[in-house]
């Protein structure tokens, strides 16, 4: 071959490679183009690596930038201060001022308990250099992914944290953390760094530090405490208010658990515990709390309930919010507190007597007094003191608010325009069939409660303004399977419950109020309704402020909830209650009232909850064994019978409430909007939707339906509020108006 066609061979591979090597972003010349120019592996290795470099000579010159501070003695300095809603001065929180903290030597707290902590929240803590590259991309990783907040703090830099710096979670701060850290940890010896954050932590009941930690939960000095002790408090200390046992809910002490044995679990993996002495080991529940100086009565329970709010609103944990500094001033009103507490021991505590009967030892009442117009908590009642119940009742969730929560399924028919099973419109004056044991019709979960007693209501039809005035289980379990039970829930989370873990999602029991709730959250309720459904959200902060954070108000009054008619009509309708219903204990000519008696399954809880166009409240007793915390059923209270709502809670809202509005130019409802539907002539014909199971054998006693009478209010018709009295036996005391239980005998399964 000449060299001529040696050229041209060669021509013709360039050609065939030339397409291929431009498919690779390569030039005639095999050089990159397009923008692999710019993005090669080698450019990509040299910016990573060069990258890596910067970043240690930043770190390097941060080393030797950032000094190792003063311990932080700014926040010891601080308390909280908590006013009334006119300035006078309510309590002070220590906080940090005058620390309960005593600080012990490492020998002091025994080789076990310190390796609990070590387990549980630095497994590598005396190995590490003081930070834990690892847990901090870890941290980074579940921050971006949207897992939680970035974490893998190593002891060295918890402690760093509280004795240096502040609990603000910035990357300035996190820089400084990791930089002391590393210092702390090549000055100091392991075990006076584990000293240091033993004794600065804040474990709750108002103990910073092991020692305090140890007496406040255990009643025992640091170097007395068991493992299972010791155990108990690495485990708290990640969230001391939610997982102290004594405050702590369901969920609370679940999630401790899980910890407490997430703490011996990993003591036996690291070889620092032998397996069967694991097995052998068991949770030590804690003694009671006891109240501090300044926290006495009432104002423990008050401050509780700004703390939660004020940590909800601002997004600070426990050690952040008692670090001090805040001035608190609170919606309380000094006269109807006063008035409130009162009521309470003239209507409840005087008749008890904790030590002799046996169920009134465990007989608890918690309220909330709200402002409809300005959501401002006015009063609010927690118990008989930190000493003998250190959570506050009046906010405890882990019982249900039976019937009281009827309203809201007769809200959310009208909201929802609902119909029942053959059409018929949900008005007050639409007729339902109140046999008990009256199966629903239209639901695929069975369910046939229970009327109080088995009666049988309205021979058989009734209106539902009888039905609510005698709250009869047959006729709101109907309404709710007619409104839907989604559609129920919906309303209720509108008009301010909340949706915790065991609402019911589908069944009809939700309509005899088989969700938990507290006396807050019903407070907001009926307030929207009071407040002509705008949603008010109770706050119990009137201005909070600190040099460095920024508290932002809860928004009080908002937008519509449910709409002014549904609002008002059910308004109207609960003036019936109080007036010829269930609520007649609270009757009187000083006031208009609406409101709504309610009882739980098996009577462990009794409430009521009525409104005045002035002031909602809502009074609630519960029925918990003082050993177990059990609930236990509130019948033969104060040596009677059965404690319903329209007992003893009614006996106090109606002296707190007479009381708390004395002086005040009290007015009616107004009620234009309200729409009781056209009046229904009662048939024995009964339709698809209200036929019964079977032929009622009717007591002598049945309420009859009577004819409608009109009461202070106008409406767009009229409405049959005038119901006799649904009982014939006299009781003495406050237990004048049995109603009817909110559990019947069959029962859906509960989740």
């Given at each position: 071959?000449?060299?001529?066609?040696?050229?041209?061979?060669?021509?013709?591979?360039?050609?065939?490679?030339?397409?291929?090597?431009?498919?690779?972003?390569?030039?005639?010349?095999?050089?990159?183009?397009?923008?692999?120019?710019?993005?090669?592996?080698?450019?990509?290795?040299?910016?990573?690596?060069?990258?890596?470099?910067?970043?240690?000579?930043?770190?390097?010159?941060?080393?030797?930038?950032?000094?190792?501070?003063?311990?932080?003695?700014?926040?010891?300095?601080?308390?909280?201060?908590?006013?009334?809603?006119?300035?006078?001065?309510?309590?002070?929180?220590?906080?940090?001022?005058?620390?309960?903290?005593?600080?012990?030597?490492?020998?002091?707290?025994?080789?076990?308990?310190?390796?609990?902590?070590?387990?549980?929240?630095?497994?590598?803590?005396?190995?590490?250099?003081?930070?834990?590259?690892?847990?901090?991309?870890?941290?980074?990783?579940?921050?971006?992914?949207?897992?939680?907040?970035?974490?893998?703090?190593?002891?060295?830099?918890?402690?760093?944290?509280?004795?240096?710096?502040?609990?603000?979670?910035?990357?300035?701060?996190?820089?400084?953390?990791?930089?002391?850290?590393?210092?702390?940890?090549?000055?100091?010896?392991?075990?006076?760094?584990?000293?240091?954050?033993?004794?600065?932590?804040?474990?709750?009941?108002?103990?910073?530090?092991?020692?305090?930690?140890?007496?406040?939960?255990?009643?025992?000095?640091?170097?007395?405490?068991?493992?299972?002790?010791?155990?108990?408090?690495?485990?708290?200390?990640?969230?001391?208010?939610?997982?102290?046992?004594?405050?702590?809910?369901?969920?609370?002490?679940?999630?401790?658990?899980?910890?407490?044995?997430?703490?011996?679990?990993?003591?036996?993996?690291?070889?620092?515990?032998?397996?069967?002495?694991?097995?052998?080991?068991?949770?030590?529940?804690?003694?009671?709390?006891?109240?501090?100086?300044?926290?006495?009565?009432?104002?423990?329970?008050?401050?509780?309930?700004?703390?939660?709010?004020?940590?909800?609103?601002?997004?600070?944990?426990?050690?952040?919010?008692?670090?001090?500094?805040?001035?608190?001033?609170?919606?309380?009103?000094?006269?109807?507190?006063?008035?409130?507490?009162?009521?309470?021991?003239?209507?409840?505590?005087?008749?008890?007597?904790?030590?002799?009967?046996?169920?009134?030892?465990?007989?608890?009442?918690?309220?909330?007094?709200?402002?409809?117009?300005?959501?401002?908590?006015?009063?609010?009642?927690?118990?008989?003191?930190?000493?003998?119940?250190?959570?506050?009742?009046?906010?405890?969730?882990?019982?249900?608010?039976?019937?009281?929560?009827?309203?809201?399924?007769?809200?959310?028919?009208?909201?929802?325009?609902?119909?029942?099973?053959?059409?018929?419109?949900?008005?007050?004056?639409?007729?339902?069939?109140?046999?008990?044991?009256?199966?629903?019709?239209?639901?695929?979960?069975?369910?046939?409660?229970?009327?109080?007693?088995?009666?049988?209501?309205?021979?058989?039809?009734?209106?539902?303004?009888?039905?609510?005035?005698?709250?009869?289980?047959?006729?709101?379990?109907?309404?709710?399977?007619?409104?839907?039970?989604?559609?129920?829930?919906?309303?209720?989370?509108?008009?301010?419950?909340?949706?915790?873990?065991?609402?019911?999602?589908?069944?009809?029991?939700?309509?005899?109020?088989?969700?938990?709730?507290?006396?807050?959250?019903?407070?907001?309720?009926?307030?929207?309704?009071?407040?002509?459904?705008?949603?008010?959200?109770?706050?119990?902060?009137?201005?909070?402020?600190?040099?460095?954070?920024?508290?932002?108000?809860?928004?009080?009054?908002?937008?519509?909830?449910?709409?002014?008619?549904?609002?008002?009509?059910?308004?109207?309708?609960?003036?019936?209650?109080?007036?010829n219903g269930s609520g007649k204990a609270v009757k009187s000519s000083a006031y208009e009232a609406a409101?709504?008696?309610?009882?739980?399954?098996?009577?462990?809880?009794?409430?009521?909850?009525?409104?005045?166009?002035?002031?909602?409240?809502?009074?609630?007793?519960?029925?918990?064994?003082?050993?177990?915390?059990?609930?236990?059923?509130?019948?033969?209270?104060?040596?009677?019978?059965?404690?319903?709502?329209?007992?003893?809670?009614?006996?106090?809202?109606?002296?707190?409430?007479?009381?708390?509005?004395?002086?005040?130019?009290?007015?009616?409802?107004?009620?234009?909007?309200?729409?009781?539907?056209?009046?229904?002539?009662?048939?024995?014909?009964?339709?698809?939707?209200?036929?019964?199971?079977?032929?009622?054998?009717?007591?002598?006693?049945?309420?009859?339906?009577?004819?409608?009478?009109?009461?202070?209010?106008?409406?767009?018709?009229?409405?049959?509020?005038?119901?006799?009295?649904?009982?014939?036996?006299?009781?003495?005391?406050?237990?004048?108006?049995?109603?009817?239980?909110?559990?019947?005998?069959?029962?859906?399964?509960?989740?």
């Amino acid at each position: 071959m000449g060299r001529a066609e040696a050229r041209r061979a060669q021509q013709q591979r360039g050609a065939r490679r030339a397409p291929r090597e431009r498919a690779k972003g390569k030039g005639s010349g095999g050089k990159p183009t397009g923008i692999r120019r710019f993005f090669t592996w080698k450019k990509i290795l040299g910016t990573f690596l060069g990258t890596i470099l910067l970043g240690m000579g930043a770190l390097l010159a941060l080393y030797f930038w950032v000094d190792e501070p003063d311990p932080n003695a700014d926040a010891l300095k601080q308390s909280n201060v908590y006013k009334y809603a006119d300035g006078a001065i309510m309590t002070r929180d220590t906080g940090q001022g005058t620390l309960n903290r005593q600080i012990v030597p490492i020998d002091k707290i025994p080789m076990d308990v310190q390796t609990a902590f070590i387990a549980i929240e630095n497994k590598s803590f005396r190995k590490d250099s003081g930070i834990d590259l690892k847990g901090i991309a870890r941290g980074l990783w579940n921050t971006a992914s949207g897992r939680g907040k970035a974490g893998g703090s190593t002891i060295t830099q918890q402690y760093v944290k509280n004795f240096y710096l502040t609990q603000d979670q910035t990357a300035t701060r996190k820089l400084k953390e990791l930089v002391i850290s590393l210092k702390v940890d090549q000055r100091m010896k392991k075990p006076e760094i584990l000293a240091g954050y033993l004794n600065t932590n804040f474990y709750g009941r108002g103990a910073y530090g092991i020692q305090a930690a140890a007496q406040a939960y255990y009643g025992v000095d640091a170097e007395k405490l068991t493992l299972e002790q010791g155990a108990y408090l690495a485990a708290v200390l990640q969230a001391p208010s939610q997982y102290d046992w004594a405050t702590a809910g369901p969920n609370g002490k679940k999630l401790v658990m899980v910890r407490f044995n997430a703490v011996l679990d990993n003591m036996v993996e690291m070889g620092e515990l032998d397996a069967a002495k694991r097995k052998e080991m068991h949770f030590q529940e804690p003694i009671k709390p006891k109240a501090a100086p300044g926290m006495e009565g009432q104002k423990g329970y008050l401050v509780q309930a700004a703390d939660e709010e004020l940590k909800r609103q601002t997004g600070m944990n426990d050690a952040q919010l008692k670090a001090g500094g805040w001035e608190i001033t609170l919606t309380i009103d000094p006269k109807k507190q006063a008035a409130l507490e009162k009521a309470v021991q003239d209507e409840l505590e005087s008749k008890l007597d904790r030590k002799g009967r046996a169920v009134d030892g465990g007989v608890q009442a918690g309220a909330t007094s709200v402002d409809p117009k300005t959501g401002a908590v006015v009063a609010m009642y927690g118990g008989t003191g930190l000493a003998d119940q250190w959570s506050s009742n009046a906010l405890r969730t882990d019982y249900q608010p039976g019937s009281t929560f009827k309203p809201v399924v007769l809200a959310s028919a009208l909201e929802n325009k609902a119909t029942t099973q053959d059409g018929k419109p949900i008005t007050p004056n639409t007729l339902y069939d109140g046999t008990s044991k009256r199966k629903v019709v239209g639901s695929k979960v069975p369910f046939a409660p229970q009327n109080q007693d088995d009666q049988n209501y309205g021979d058989p039809m009734m209106t539902v303004q009888a039905a609510t005035n005698s709250s009869v289980n047959s006729v709101y379990a109907q309404m709710t399977v007619d409104t839907k039970p989604q559609n129920v829930k919906t309303t209720g989370l509108a008009l301010g419950m909340k949706d915790r873990p065991g609402w019911p999602e589908d069944q009809p029991a939700m309509a005899l109020g088989t969700m938990s709730a507290n006396t807050l959250e019903m407070a907001g309720v009926y307030a929207t309704l009071d407040s002509h459904g705008k949603k008010v959200t109770p706050t119990v902060i009137k201005s909070a402020v600190h040099k460095d954070r920024e508290y932002k108000p809860v928004r009080s009054v908002g937008d519509q909830a449910v709409s002014r008619e549904t609002a008002d009509t059910v308004t109207k309708v609960l003036t019936g209650v109080v007036d010829n219903g269930s609520g007649k204990a609270v009757k009187s000519s000083a006031y208009e009232a609406a409101g709504k008696t309610g009882t739980t399954e098996k009577n462990v809880a009794a409430w009521f909850t009525g409104y005045t166009p002035e002031l909602v409240t809502v009074v609630a007793m519960f029925g918990t064994d003082p050993a177990t915390h059990e609930q236990v059923s509130l019948t033969g209270t104060a040596g009677g019978g059965r404690a319903g709502g329209s007992s003893f809670p009614a006996a106090i809202w109606k002296e707190y409430t007479l009381a708390a509005l004395k002086g005040e130019d009290t007015g009616s409802f107004d009620l234009d909007e309200a729409d009781m539907g056209p009046i229904q002539t009662p048939s024995r014909v009964n339709s698809p939707s209200t036929t019964p199971t079977q032929t009622p054998s009717l007591p002598t006693n049945t309420p009859q339906q009577h004819s409608p009478d009109p009461i202070r209010s106008s409406t767009k018709s009229p409405d049959p509020t005038k119901t006799p009295d649904p009982t014939k036996t006299p009781t003495k005391g406050p237990t004048k108006t049995p109603e009817p239980p909110v559990t019947p005998p069959i029962l859906v399964p509960q989740p």
